[in-house]
């Protein structure tokens, strides 16, 4: 059945009519139904609290676009932040928020976070995806943050309270060379942090987490091509410089970024078991997490995958399927605070960690959110942290600051951030750069290479 027959037009008087079904609808039917809107609020709520409007605030203090959706409700002052950044396609997610969520949403109680989220999700009929997913991320963190307020608790406390003081983090270290890569991780070994991660540049254009570099191989079909082989031999001198400068305490972490196949894989992983690294991340693209299994029974070095999950499904199958060690999604790609802490519990069902995707292009309403999973759920491993500029600061009053490399929840009701939209208004967003970088990932034959 088509899902348009299934419309609010399809619920009119005529087609609830008798006689227009298989069997008799005069037995449970009057002879003339009267209208019925399925948006409405479908059962009794304990209070009058409705949602009135749901929006979108666009910044990017940072020069990253990050998008937060505002769910306000009929009572002065009570309203909800929740982050939907999907930094490259910010625009398309405006869009699905304002076209397509809102109307939803506003009229209902906004303590049904579970049916809301689920009503936004289903109702597109063709479910997932990045943009649909954190348009509902918004909504759905937003939804949280409304209930803490009401509660006058954190959102960690109805998530079950803390089982953690705080949260442990890492931080990125990158360099154009070996040498500055391992200068600048002892900067942050030196300020505190107990995990760092270690990404050094390549020659090309397509180096990833680290300052590009000219190719200097002029007579390749692609001079500026990114080489695998030198990665390879590359990725294992970092780790010895950075374990002979840090000692044995520090753990080590590495992001492939999806780039090598299942055998290259298992021999980085290898080559660099000596190190004791925390966690390789991303060695292969999502097209072929199926050989994921495989990959970690050979693997000496534990994997962390799931950035570039679309679905809390897919995530699960991570999980499930055996083919990960610390599970590190980006919570707004995969819908919000709501499935991400059933992934949670299914991690610590199944004796795998979390570590969840916090670098800039996380708002810090997404991040608070990072944090109260972190602080409530056994199954924590580490949190990727990023260091917020002053402008952030700024426009998200309540960002969260890490001492030492340890991230606390805040203490105020919901998520304990605010947002100054006409901070927020300084700093309009531009385009993302990541379609122009992506352009140019290709190695030296000029075929295009996972970004």
Known sequence: MSPDALSPDALSPETLSPGTGGTDPTETLPERAEPFDTLAQPWPARDDVRITRVRTVVTAPEGIPLVVVVVDTDVDGLSGLGCATFTQRWHAVVAFVEQHLARLVVGRYPGDIEDLVRLARLSGYWRDGPVGNNAISGL??????????????????????????????YLHAAGPSVGATVDAAAEIVDRG???????????GLGTYGSPQIPGVSAGD??????????????????????????????????????????SQAVGLARSVEAYRPYFLEDVLPPEHWDRLPEVRRASPVPLAVGELATSVTDAARL?????????????????????????????????????????????????????????????????????????????????????????????????????????????????????AWAAGARGRDGGLVFP
């Open 221 to 262: 079909p692609y001079p500026h091509g990114v080489s695998t082989s030198e990665y390879l031999t590359t990725v294992p001198r970092l780790f010895a410089a950075a374990r002979d400068r840090l000692g044995p305490e520090v753990e080590l972490c590495h992001d492939v970024h999806s780039r090598l196949t299942p």
């Open 319 to 435: 999980v499930t399927g055996g083919g990960v060690d610390l599970l590190r999604c980006h919570l707004s790609a995969i819908g919000g605070l709501t499935p991400a802490r059933k992934l949670a519990a299914l991690c610590e069902l199944s004796g795998v960690r979390t570590a969840w995707h916090a670098p800039g292009d996380t708002s810090p309403v997404g991040a608070a959110a990072n944090v109260a999973l972190d602080v409530s759920s056994p199954a924590f491993g580490v949190q990727e942290g990023h260091e917020y500029a002053d402008a952030v600061h700024e426009v998200f009053p309540g960002t969260l600051v890490a001492e030492r490399g340890w991230l606390t929840p805040n203490d105020a009701p919901g998520f304990g951030i605010e947002l100054d939209e006409r901070a927020a208004a300084r700093y309009p967003a531009d385009l993302s750069p990541h379609d």
């Open 193 to 203: 942090w107990r995990h760092v991660r270690l990404q050094t540049s390549q020659h």
């Open 140 to 169: 759905d963190m937003a939804l949280w943050d409304i209930a803490g307020k009401r509660a006058g608790a954190p959102v960690h406390e109805l998530l079950g309270g803390r089982v953690r003081w705080a949260a442990d983090t």
